[in-house]
Each structure stands twice: as structure tokens, then as C-alpha cells.
């Protein structure tokens, strides 16, 4: 019995890092999120009644696992699988990002250049490869990456940043300029998803941070790069106010952005809670590809792994580290 449960928690956790290759359709882009101010979300088919059931806490989960035992031998995971999810999960790579911010972890350029090499070998989709513009190293690697990477692996590299600041064009904006400069096909921004963090950490307007999401979405997106936003506090700022937090969502979609990634910041939210916000943010923007980041407790897999199986609505992108190496421990490992 022992050995047949640790069989199906493997298979859990395999099944959530399997590669399936993905073709992303960009959205119309627009330089200001206008309609978001008179509470419309502007999303034509997106826009669907969000439910408030509230999710059915973790019963999925003794049923797939007893189905299991029940059903299957303990060879089981050559001949099935236990996790029934989104058809194409996209693997994002954080280890030469997050992945050295741990602590005692120091990684020099030349280094990074072999990881990225190794780890486009594993055929990751995404390899979060630094912020240029934030320290010299980083800048070093994108530019070296231009003649010292194959082609497939350059495709691969994601440039880290941020949205612009406030006040300001994105194209005027020094470290928007910094992510288009360093050539990565795909860029990563973090911004504000939570009311509180808005108007009270970074002292901002709540419109002028939608504003500052689209703007710098759409200037990414009119260059010709691939954007993906950190909905940064996204979990955290649905339960303090959700109309808001999907509001980011939209502010994010309407600019243009390929993947929206619903970020458990602080690492609080349980499961079971994940799943449900996940669900309704999901059916709600039903047309634009998620993904899932978990902070603290080591318990990436678990809300990974929860907001995948079928037939609920899934997030299609999980974030990862080698050796489950990260800042806050926040990446699969």
C-alpha cells in the first residue's frame, strides 16, 4: 500500500513538469486601458459571470488517489496518468534567475551561459535568464547570449523586469529600454495586482497603475517581443479586493500580454483557495493562457498540481527551479 501511494505521488509530481509545445495567439493591442475606468472589463467573450461557489476542498484529491490504488498495479505509471490536466503545460525555467537569489548560490556569467545550454537541452520552454538593466552580470549574459547561444536556446531566453514608472511613457521608461534592448524574444513583467500594494507600497492611483500595466505591455508587444506579466500579490489581492485584481488581468490582456501569472507572493494561500480563485479568474479571461507561481513553504507542487487536474479550468504554465533553488523557495523543483 505504501509503495503504490508514493507511486501516485511521483506521478503527480511528474506529470506537472511534462513538456508539451504551445503556439501562442497575441491579443489586440490598445496603449490605454480607457474602459477600465467606467468598471467595464471590455473583454467580449472573456467577460463571463464569475461564480461564488465555493470549491469542493481537496475531495478531488482522496478520490484520484484511491481510484488509483483501486484500479492499477504499481507499474501503473507506465500505463497511466494520474494527473488529467490542461493537453499542453508549458515549462518556465527560473533557475538563472530567482534560482540564484538563494542564499550561499553565486553563479558568474560563463556559468550562466552553460546552464542556459543544459537546461534548453532539457527541453524547457522558457528560460528566465536575468534582469538586464538591474546588474552587470545580467547585462553581460544578454549580451554574449547573442553569438555565444544557438539559435534554439536564445529562443528559449526570457529578460526579467518590470512595468514602467509612474508618470511616464513607457518608451521614455530607462528599464523598459533595458528589456528591449537585451534582444530576448520574451519578456517577463512584474506588476501590481493588489489595491493595498498599489496605494500603499508603491503610492500610485489605481488607474495609473492599469494604466502603467497596458502601456508597458503594449510598447513590449509593439517591438515585436513576447510578453508575459507577474501578476505580483494576485492571490492575496483577490481576497482583499477582486474586482480590482481582475481588473490587473484585464488592464494586462487588453495590452497585449501572451500569459497572464497569478502569483502567491507572500505564500499564504492554501490549495484548496488557489483552486477556486483560479477557476473563476480562469473562466473569466477564458481565452488568454495562465500561469501559476507559489512562494514559500515549498508547496509549489502542491497549488501546481491542485489548479491542473481536469476537467476544472487549468493554468497552462508552471514555473520551476533546478534543485527547487529560488529566493523564497517558490519555483518547482
Not at 508539451?20 to 472573456?46: A, I, M, V
Not at 509612474?166 to 524574444?185: C, F, H, R, W, Y
Request: charged letters at 25%.
Amino acid at each position: 500500500m505504501t509503495s503504490k501511494i508514493s507511486a501516485v505521488l511521483v506521478g503527480l509530481c511528474a506529470a506537472t513538469v511534462v513538456v508539451h509545445p504551445f503556439q501562442f495567439t497575441t491579443s489586440p493591442s490598445k496603449r490605454r486601458c480607457t474602459n477600465l475606468r467606467d468598471g467595464s472589463s471590455g473583454g467580449g467573450e472573456q467577460d463571463v459571470v464569475i461564480s461564488s461557489q465555493a470549491a469542493d476542498t481537496g475531495s478531488w484529491v482522496e478520490h484520484d488517489i484511491t481510484e488509483q490504488l483501486a484500479t492499477t498495479s504499481t507499474t501503473f505509471l507506465e500505463d497511466a496518468n494520474p494527473v488529467r490536466g490542461p493537453s499542453k503545460v508549458l515549462i518556465y525555467d527560473t533557475t538563472l534567475r530567482d534560482g540564484t537569489q538563494m542564499e550561499s548560490i553565486s553563479v558568474s556569467c560563463d556559468d550562466k551561459l552553460k546552464i542556459a545550454k543544459r537546461l534548453s537541452s532539457f527541453d524547457v520552454d522558457f528560460i528566465e535568464a536575468g534582469w538586464p538593466g538591474s546588474n552587470p552580470k545580467d547585462e553581460e549574459f544578454f549580451r554574449r547570449a547573442r553569438t555565444e547561444l544557438d539559435e534554439t536556446t536564445k529562443s528559449k531566453l526570457v529578460a526579467f523586469g518590470s512595468t514602467r514608472r509612474k508618470n511616464m511613457e513607457a518608451s521614455e521608461d530607462k528599464q523598459i529600454q533595458t528589456l528591449v534592448e537585451s534582444g530576448a524574444p520574451t519578456v517577463c513583467i512584474v506588476a501590481k495586482a493588489h489595491l493595498w500594494q498599489v496605494t500603499d507600497i508603491i503610492r500610485a492611483d489605481p488607474e495609473e497603475n492599469l494604466d502603467m500595466i497596458c502601456d508597458s505591455v503594449s510598447y513590449l508587444v509593439s517591438q515585436g517581443i513576447q510578453v508575459m506579466v507577474d501578476l505580483e500579490h494576485f492571490f492575496d489581492g483577490y481576497k482583499f479586493d477582486s474586482e480590482y485584481t481582475l481588473k490587473c488581468c484585464q488592464a494586462a490582456v487588453e495590452g497585449g500580454a501572451d500569459v497572464l501569472v497569478m502569483c502567491d507572493t507572500n505564500g499564504g494561500t492554501m490549495p484548496w483557495q488557489i483552486e477556486q480563485m483560479t477557476k473563476e479568474t480562469i473562466e473569466k479571461f477564458s481565452k488568454t493562457t495562465f500561469g501559476i507561481q507559489h512562494f514559500g513553504l515549498g508547496l509549489i507542487l502542491t497549488p501546481s498540481a491542485h489548479s491542473s487536474p481536469g476537467p476544472r479550468p487549468t493554468p497552462r504554465r508552471q514555473q520551476r527551479s533546478a534543485a527547487g533553488s529560488a529566493a523564497m523557495g517558490g519555483d518547482a523543483n
